[in-house]
């Protein structure tokens, strides 16, 4: 329990801090690929097994290909900046820090370090079912609003603009334009 | 000492490391990988209270992972479409030269 939570949380900080600081951005992608795979053994350590496995499908399946995707169309020729790090990069690491010591403190101080494991619970995907179609049923019906909307919006952001009349993107078809507006005058 | 501590100090690295890499690098992407981290921290806290909790049976726990992460999935597409629209418009996602609505 305690050797298999160590290499867990070691591999999953590891990639964690390889995704924040590699300088190849498809790099730092793959590697949060790790960390969130570690993040699901963890949830299956901790008997979720829905939801360790739902981490599975829509983290490491979904998301990290839809950053792979992102990364790849905006992609620019031009070379790399000397540097990766935002200008005020300093002010982030010292807040970064800061709030780790806010959170480390409380947990290092309170009184669940003598808290014992309690029994499994055995959270069956029958059990996770009723919860969803009986007292969790709206906000799933919210969920599934949220995501639709998601999903078109996505779409619409995504897609390529209109380009606004008298623009010569295409230059074939702005003449051929012209002949028809000669041809029959309005 | 018991598991718990354990999970709350890993959800809080992972915390760190997601806000201090969404505060500190350039590209957009890695902003929003950034955010990503910091809500899979969040979520691992949902799981470790619940699992050493005192109700586990009402599945609370689980059931707001399972919508937090349906949420960000519906999160991350956004951003990425976000960030594809910007690219076409300034050819560049680093955040500092995206400075059209600066004053």
Sequence with gaps: MTLSFAIIASVTVAAAVAAMGLRNIVHCALALTVALAGLAAAYLQLDAQFVGFAQILVYVGAVAILVVFAILLTRSGDPAHPSVLSPGWLAGAVIAVVVLGVLVYPIARSPSISRTLPPPAGATVHQIGDALMGRFVLPLEVTGLLLTVALIGAVIIAMREKEPIGTISNPGSEIANRKSQIANPP | MSPLPGYLLLSAFLFAIGLGGALMRRNAILV???VELMLNAANLNFI???????????????????????????????????????????KTTNVDEMTALKG
Excluded: N
């Excluded at chain 2, 992460?69 to 960030?83: D, F, P, S």
């Design chain 2, 32 to 34: 929003l990988i950034g």
């Design chain 2, 48 to 90: 470790a209270f619940w699992r050493f909790g005192a109700h586990p049976e009402a599945l609370t726990g689980i059931l707001f992972v399972i919508f937090s992460i349906g949420v960000a999935a519906a999160e991350a597409a956004v951003g990425l479409a976000l960030i594809i629209a910007i690219y076409r418009h300034y």
